[in-house]
T-cell receptor
Framework: DQQVKQNSPSLSVQEGRISILNCDYT??????FLWYKKYPAEGPTFLIS?????DKNEDGRFTVFLNKSAKHLSLHIVPSQPGDSAVYFC??????????FGTGTRLLVSP | NAGVTQTPKFRILKIGQSMTLQCAQD?????MYWYRQDPGMGLKLIYY???????DKGEVPNGYNVSRSTTEDFPLRLELAAPSQTSVYFC???????????????FGDGTRLSIL
């Protein structure tokens, strides 16, 4: 029973273009959503988050969009850079600070 | 500025052995967490703690024990290692206060554990 789903295991994008990573969730009680980036042999690094009372949050090249009616969020990276190549995890707060993670999307940005 | 430090980075255990995975944070965070990540999967919560002396089970607690005697340390204990516990283990911490509940968790670099 996967409450947070990232249906694309991988994504390839050219440098300078937009990367769009998607995430779907099933639990309408989730009230806080986060994106983490993970490089090999390192821990996840917090990237950006959004509260359920908002529909958009921006931080530099990264923007997260939340569509509560569709139970869908997405991460936009513009412009994409080779250093963005990593695995991206979507996570949702399922009550009392417990995070539920998706399975990740591997992003490859080619020069 | 160490953040969350996990030791060891790698370990191979035999079935039935026990070990403790260490986790320490220097950010004065009150909440700490243990996750495991299996290949191709997301992170799953094993145990968490909201402060010294207080711990609770997460999604997959069976086969593990934790303690939290100080704010800084949150060790994870495997008593009887089984092959199903082969995984990468991540420790995380966050600072949560009333009125500032939505805070990101900060992760260590993980312990890769193989049980043969």
């Amino acid at each position: 029973d996967q409450q947070v789903k990232q249906n694309s295991p991988s994504l390839s994008v050219q440098e300078g273009r937009i990367s769009i990573l998607n995430c779907d969730y099933t639990n309408s009680m989730f009230d806080y959503f986060l994106w983490y980036k993970k490089y090999p042999a390192e821990g996840p690094t917090f990237l950006i988050s959004i509260s359920s009372i908002k529909d958009k949050n921006e931080d530099g090249r990264f923007t997260v969009f939340l569509n509560k009616s569709a139970k869908h969020l997405s991460l936009h990276i513009v412009p994409s850079q080779p250093g963005d190549s990593a695995v991206y995890f979507c996570a949702a707060k399922g009550g009392f600070q417990k995070l539920v993670f998706g399975t990740g999307t591997r992003l490859l940005v080619s020069p | 500025n160490a953040g969350v430090t996990q030791t060891p980075k790698f370990r191979i255990l035999k079935i039935g052995q026990s070990m403790t995975l260490q986790c320490a944070q220097d950010m004065n965070h009150n909440y700490m967490y243990w996750y495991r990540q299996d290949p191709g999967m997301g992170l799953k919560l094993i145990y968490y703690s909201v402060g010294a002396g207080i711990t609770d089970k997460g999604e997959v607690p069976n086969g593990y024990n934790v303690s939290r005697s100080t704010t800084e340390d949150f060790p994870l204990r495997l008593e009887l290692a089984a092959p199903s516990q082969t995984s990468v283990y991540f420790c995380a911490s966050s600072l949560n206060r009333q009125g500032r509940e939505n805070q990101p968790q900060h992760f260590g670099d993980g312990t890769r554990l193989s049980i043969l």
